[in-house]
């Protein structure tokens, strides 16, 4: 809690140590467990990532946490870091896994092992203080076979959402009807979906096949390939068929948000006749009904955004301890107050992600 406002972080991270994977990996595949540099048997699992920009984010991330390095970032130092920024819940992404889980070319066997592996480890890591670590499981997109088996073992765990990447996997939108049966599971389990992105992936990026450097590739990545998941979720009926799903989309800022609203209510105007069997409804209407956005607290426009779509949509996330996280964030989240108000601050520090992540019975500590 920070100045009387209770905070749930929407969007937090570990760094899974390359030991993990050996340990957690099943016996047959134990001979794929990264390398310290993660690679796997010599492969990079990322893409254009230059050393320079390595070194430079090694450099930033030692001197944002060096105490959390120290410990190898391990759970009591992600609790330590919470309690300093005044945290009260955090739901915690992966940082090697957003690459590692989705090489395009991956066999589905092996990326299924993968997903296990991570899911068992993150599991014992919020098992520390599991009030305050919320885990966000990890989903084998290359076999849609696995995906709803692996759904309900990890809400045997009592977790409460799942992430997915929003780029094709094995040319395989997120709308593709081999995943009909996992968008049924999560709706009726109610397990909210985030969908983050990461830069440098091994699969198809919005602006990879274009640029070369990180400022570029950043830059398109997040809100671009959010923008291309939220419009096939919408055009390929998933919102339609499923009206009690609840979707995030992470880490890529909202700012760009009304305008692709506005785009497709404008297409839907012209060419609503084309989609009719799959979209009913003007498609902000669809994002307004059940989805949910991580806002930036530096977006300039905030009170326009909240104009425009209402501020029931918006969450928070620390992204700590990435590169982008900034030590002062959640201080300048809850000084949004004198721009937007005690009470919409209290909604989207807390009530907003309450509803997305479905947290029966939380209160305000």
Partial sequence: ????????????????????????????????????????????????????????????????????????????????????????????????????????????????????????????????????????????????????????????????????RPNPIKGRLLSDPDYEPFWAMCEELGMAVGIHEATHGRLPTTGSDRFYTRFALHACSHPMEQMMALLALIEGGVLERHPRLRVGFLESGCGWLPYWLWRLDQEYEELGWEVKETVKIKPSEYFRRQCFIEMEPSEPYLGDIIKFIGCQSLIFGSDYPHIDHKP????????????????????????NPVRFYGLVGATDG
């Fill in 1 to 164: 809690m920070l100045n009387g406002y209770p905070i749930i972080d929407a969007d937090s991270h570990v760094y899974e140590p390359s030991s993990m994977w050996q340990n957690y990996l099943e016996p047959a595949f134990k001979r794929f467990a990264p390398s310290p540099e993660m690679k796997i048997q010599g492969e990079e699992i990322v893409e254009k990532l230059s050393d320079q920009v390595r070194q430079v984010g090694n450099q930033q991330v030692m001197q944002a946490h060096p105490q959390s390095l120290l410990s190898d970032f391990d759970p009591e130092s992600h609790v330590q870091a919470m309690v300093q920024m005044g945290i009260d819940v955090a739901f915690i992404y992966p940082t090697y896994g957003l690459w590692l889980l989705a090489i395009d070319k991956m066999e589905p066997p092996l990326a299924g092992a993968f997903t296990r592996a991570y899911n068992n480890w993150l599991r014992d890591f919020c098992s520390y203080d599991p009030q305050r670590l919320r885990g966000v499981g990890a989903i084998n997109l290359h076999d849609p076979q696995d995906m709803v088996s692996e759904l309900q073992r990890i809400a045997a765990f009592g977790w409460r959402a799942v992430y997915l």
């Fill in 328 to 351: 002062d964030i959640v201080e300048r989240a809850v000084g949004l107050e004198a721009q937007l108000g005690e009470e919409t601050v209290r909604k989207i520090l807390w009530e």
